[in-house]
């Protein structure tokens, strides 16, 4: 018999209160988010928060597209450096083209809070800003670059309609330890708007496209590693569905996961995920629980890897992009992956 997490519940005012995080798995916002304050009070306190801050990885992510395109992007904060990126995936030509730049960490913003604030960072010709205006049920995306003789003109301008009835939210404050956290907020939603590379406008089609907003702040323990598939699609009747079913680091992962199926505005969470590569990051991907719940499988058709150091040692990332296949049961719906488009992460950092 296939053991199914606990329901999402209304969360709570703050991420963290009393210098202790609140653990749970939550259905909305919340609203202050403060993971500097799970240092605690007292004389040392400003050491402290500065040492957590340096560990904190923090990420505010969006994909998104149509029928024909997938596009992940991210403003990127680990503390030792920053990423800008914006990768556009063309599905059935089976390419990629790249508008990524590292920088230093300080010269970008990942927003805490979702309420009215910005993540947004501009470096060697890439401008990235993330508009969080959830209580007013909008998410947009405005990335440009000013295109050089290897790199064409980019021109992505995206409008998400997160209104109530319009999408569906997964809030997770997870424990790595009594007092270290992984928080994430995920919502998949429609959107509309622009995507122009070297002036030509190759989407967004109307009234197909879809975007996922992707916030995360983790006091991961060191190395960081997890798994991490997704995919999204919008149906003929333009309702958004898709899937994310994560491997990590969290304890206790039979009731404290990110794994859940989205059919427009519902959110259903699903039991722990193991993700088996037997040929490798580039052959196809097997997703299970232990339950049959879920049995996935992903088949990569774009490469794409971020290694730093000799030999891998400080990052080894692997985030193909592919098709999926195969059937999701939550306890009150089902969800068919067949033809759906997306990425998947495996990843593993020591800086």
């Not at 606990?6 to 709570?12: M, Q, S």
């Not at 991961?220 to 699609?233: C, I």
């Amino acid at each position: 018999m296939t053991l199914f997490p606990p329901v999402a519940t209304e969360p709570p005012a703050s991420l963290v209160t009393r210098g202790r995080y609140n653990f749970g798995t939550y259905d909305g916002p919340i609203a202050d988010i403060n993971p500097l304050d799970a240092a605690g009070s007292g004389p040392l306190a400003g050491t402290r928060r500065a040492v957590r801050n340096l560990g904190l990885k923090e990420w505010e992510a969006f994909q998104l597209g149509d029928d024909d395109l997938f596009v992940l992007g991210a403003v990127y904060n680990a503390k030792t450096l920053g990423l800008l990126q914006v990768l556009v995936v063309d599905k059935h030509a089976a390419t990629i083209r790249r508008w990524e730049t590292k920088l230093p960490s300080p010269l970008l913003t990942v927003a805490r809070g979702l309420d009215g604030t910005v993540s947004e960072g501009e470096f060697a010709g890439l401008e990235i800003e993330i508009g969080n205006q959830l209580p007013g049920g909008r998410v947009t995306v405005d990335a440009t670059h000013r295109g050089t003789a290897l790199t064409p003109e980019l021109d992505l301008h995206i409008t998400g309609d997160c209104e109530p009835g319009a999408a569906g939210h997964l809030v997770i404050v997870h424990p790595f330890d009594e007092n270290r956290a992984l928080y994430s907020h995920k919502a998949m939603m429609p959107a509309s708007g622009s995507l122009l590379i070297g002036g030509a406008d190759v989407g967004l089609a109307a009234g197909r496209g879809f975007l996922i907003l992707d916030d995360h702040h983790g006091d991961y323990p060191r190395p960081m590693k997890y798994d991490w598939v997704t995919g999204v699609r919008r149906t003929p009747a333009g309702v958004v569905e898709g899937f994310n079913l994560t491997d990590n680091q969290v304890h206790n992962p039979g009731v404290y996961n990110e794994n859940a199926i989205w059919i427009g505005d519902q959110v259903h969470r699903l039991p722990a995920v193991t993700v088996d590569r037997p040929d490798g990051p580039w052959g196809t991907w097997y997703i299970r629980d232990s339950g049959g719940a879920v049995d996935v499988t992903f088949t990569p058709t774009v490469q794409s890897t971020m290694h730093v150091g000799p030999r891998k040692i400080l990052a080894e990332y692997y985030a193909p992009y592919g098709w999926y296949e195969g059937t999701i049961h939550a306890q009150h719906a089902t969800l068919r992956v067949d033809g759906m488009f997306g990425v998947g992460e495996s990843k593993r950092i020591s800086v």
